[in-house]
């Protein structure tokens, strides 16, 4: 933007009434050359301002031809079309109410379900290093897979017994760290061994 | 109209305003219509409807300067006086409009 069009978008910006009524000024001066000339070609004064008027053509149509010329005019027409809107809607306040309730519904309606989306999927477990936690299952013998695919089913995992889990931990050599989890999939399926609280064994601490 | 045309009218506007402009030290817009009609032949005869638009389009650009002055008549009138910016953008679109006449005249002249 060339420093003359800073200064014109400025002036046009602050010096609205001014500008304008330069231009009408310009205009209207134009249309008395115009009568003027038509006088000295031996015209009368009334014929000749007519003529001139009617050559000239529209006076609110140049006008607003060269009002889009002026740099900042969107800013202008942006604000117009603002003040419109807002004119407009003061006069249907049941179309307002209904604009605002839509509005928000919409935006608190999807706030709603991305927060819940947020916390229930999209949001990390609160561990490091996420790539190097595996969970692990055992596969019961009794439902073996019976179709071609060899894919595993929900139903053929089961989860370790406590008993099971401590042999895991001593002998296995794959893991820095062993720790077990109840879950909900599959049921709680703790060994009950003596009196007391059922063992949950060693919780998270291995990773947390 | 298609905007290709639109864009050589306004330019072929431009360049005769400033052409216009730089014969005379300064010219209110009456004067500058007139004289186009005049060089032109009758040609092109500008309206206020394609002339203000210009001549403030250009002013905004810095090619032309205006200011209130009073007519031979003793009337007010803005005069326009080219500015340094618009001598050197009469340059540019003249030549520019040389370029554009010369291949047009090439394309006429093939056969």
């Not at chain 1, 200064?7 to 602050?14: G, H, I, K, P, V």
């Not at chain 2, 810095?62 to 007519?71: A, L, R, V, Y």
């Not at chain 2, 040389?98 to 047009?104: C, F, H, L, P, V």
Request: with cysteine; glycine share 8%; aromatic share 8%.
């Amino acid at each position: 933007m060339s420093s003359a069009r800073i200064r014109s978008f400025l002036r046009n910006c602050f010096r609205r009434n001014a500008i304008e009524h330069d231009l009408h000024a310009e205009l209207y001066a134009h249309v008395e050359l115009l009568a003027e000339q038509k006088i000295k070609e031996g015209m009368s004064e009334f014929e000749a301002y007519r003529a001139a008027k009617i050559e000239f053509g529209g006076m609110e149509q140049v006008k607003e031809q060269v009002r889009a010329t002026w740099t900042g005019a969107w800013l202008q027409i942006l604000s117009q079309d603002v003040r419109f809107a807002l004119r407009v809607l003061r006069k249907n306040p049941g179309f307002l109410c209904v604009c605002i309730v839509a509005l928000a519904v919409g935006i608190g309606l999807s706030t709603a379900v991305f927060s819940i989306l947020y916390a229930v999927i999209l949001k990390p477990l609160p561990f490091p290093e996420q790539d190097r936690i595996v969970v692990g299952w055992k596969i019961d013998p009794s439902k073996a897979i019976n179709d071609n695919t060899r894919q595993l089913r929900d139903s053929q995992l089961v989860e370790l017994s406590y008993p099971d889990y401590k042999d895991w931990r001593e002998q296995s050599t794959s893991f820095e760290e062993l720790a077990v989890m109840p879950t909900t999939t599959n049921g709680n399926s703790y060994i009950l061994t003596g009196q007391g609280e059922p063992k949950q064994g060693r919780k998270f601490e291995s990773v947390g | 109209m298609s905007p290709e045309q639109t864009e050589l009218l306004r330019g072929t506007l431009d360049l005769m305003i400033l052409k216009a402009l730089s014969q005379n030290a300064e010219m209110h817009g009456l004067g500058i219509s007139r004289r186009i009609e005049q060089i032109t032949k009758g040609t092109f005869i500008v309206k206020p409807g394609s002339l203000f638009p210009a001549l403030h389009r250009m002013e905004q650009s810095g090619w032309i300067s205006c200011e209130w002055g009073e007519s031979d008549q003793k009337r007010r009138a803005k005069y326009y006086r080219l500015t340094k910016a618009g001598r050197k953008q009469l340059g540019i679109e003249a030549e520019r409009w040389g370029r554009i006449s010369a291949a047009i005249g090439l394309v006429l002249q093939a056969s």
